[in-house]
């Protein structure tokens, strides 16, 4: 029997990827607010803003089997010139709305599911002009391990965390070659993140042939966390 997996923001970027992979064995519910890159793509869209929405009120399954979050933000701007507002964005896309939606389905997963949840490399690494996004994906990583220990053993809850990835969110970093050359340079493995990097691993953790692993913050991300080839 095919497992139920809802991809939060699938529409695009690694989410796109993630939905592309997962349909092929799972029937899979893609809530997000566009659907154009969709169409060859066997899933089931429900149009849905998570900001001024709850999914609850959606026609989704009552018995889910995985979960997954994808939107988020980057933000990158020195702390002297950021706006307050800008901190109350990011925090809302990145964890209030997170926190709001698994309020609204945790009843609905199933024994032996998985959540996956997205942070980045410079919550564990600082890194300067990332204040606003390391702070509200630092709230999601806490959020998950605390999640973890109250849902074992029925669910597991995961986070990955990755560099610098294509996708069109970060498409202001890497919209020339000199940009691209620069930013792979920056990592051990001399490349950025494809979002087939990052959904393979998500794929891995949804897969309950990998049901050992729960509250862990997995890096993916070229090394950038944990080598220093350049020093």
């Given at each position: 029997m095919k497992k139920n997996i809802l991809l939060i923001g699938g529409s695009y970027?690694?989410?796109?990827?993630?939905?592309?992979?997962?349909?092929?064995?799972?029937?899979?519910?893609?809530?997000?607010?566009?659907?154009?890159?969709?169409?060859?793509?066997?899933?089931?869209?429900?149009?849905?803003?998570?900001?001024?929405e709850d999914i609850s009120e959606k026609s989704i399954p009552e018995k889910l089997d995985g979960f997954v979050y994808c939107p988020g933000s980057i933000n990158l701007k020195?702390?002297?010139?950021?706006?307050?507002?800008t901190i109350q964005k990011d925090m809302g896309i990145n964890f209030i709305a997170l926190a709001k939606t698994v309020?609204?389905?945790i009843n609905r997963m199933n024994e032996g599911s998985s959540m996956v949840f997205f942070s980045t490399v410079a919550v564990g690494t600082g890194m300067p002009f990332h204040t606003s996004v390391s702070a509200a994906k630092g709230a999601i990583e806490g959020f998950a391990r605390a999640l973890?220990?109250?849902?074992?053993?029925?669910?597991?809850?995961?986070?990955?965390?990755?560099?610098?990835?294509?996708?069109p969110l970060s498409?202001?970093?890497?919209?020339?070659?000199?940009?691209?050359?620069?930013?792979?340079?920056?990592?051990?493995l001399k490349r950025v993140g494809s979002t087939t990097d990052i959904a393979n691993m998500a794929?891995?953790?949804?897969?309950?042939?990998?049901?050992?692993?729960?509250?862990?913050?997995?890096?993916?991300?070229?090394?950038?966390?944990?080598?220093?080839?350049?020093?």
């Amino acid at each position: 029997m095919k497992k139920n997996i809802l991809l939060i923001g699938g529409s695009y970027g690694i989410g796109l990827e993630m939905a592309k992979k997962l349909s092929k064995e799972n029937q899979v519910f893609v809530a997000s607010r566009t659907n154009e890159q969709l169409s060859s793509v066997d899933v089931t869209h429900i149009s849905f803003d998570v900001l001024n929405e709850d999914i609850s009120e959606k026609s989704i399954p009552e018995k889910l089997d995985g979960f997954v979050y994808c939107p988020g933000s980057i933000n990158l701007k020195p702390f002297k010139t950021m706006g307050v507002d800008t901190i109350q964005k990011d925090m809302g896309i990145n964890f209030i709305a997170l926190a709001k939606t698994v309020k609204s389905i945790i009843n609905r997963m199933n024994e032996g599911s998985s959540m996956v949840f997205f942070s980045t490399v410079a919550v564990g690494t600082g890194m300067p002009f990332h204040t606003s996004v390391s702070a509200a994906k630092g709230a999601i990583e806490g959020f998950a391990r605390a999640l973890a220990a109250e849902y074992a053993p029925k669910i597991r809850v995961n986070v990955i965390a990755p560099s610098l990835v294509d996708t069109p969110l970060s498409e202001r970093l890497l919209n020339n070659e000199k940009k691209k050359e620069m930013m792979s340079e920056r990592h051990p493995l001399k490349r950025v993140g494809s979002t087939t990097d990052i959904a393979n691993m998500a794929t891995f953790l949804l897969d309950s042939d990998n049901s050992w692993i729960t509250g862990q913050v997995i890096g993916v991300d070229g090394g950038m966390s944990s080598l220093n080839v350049n020093s």
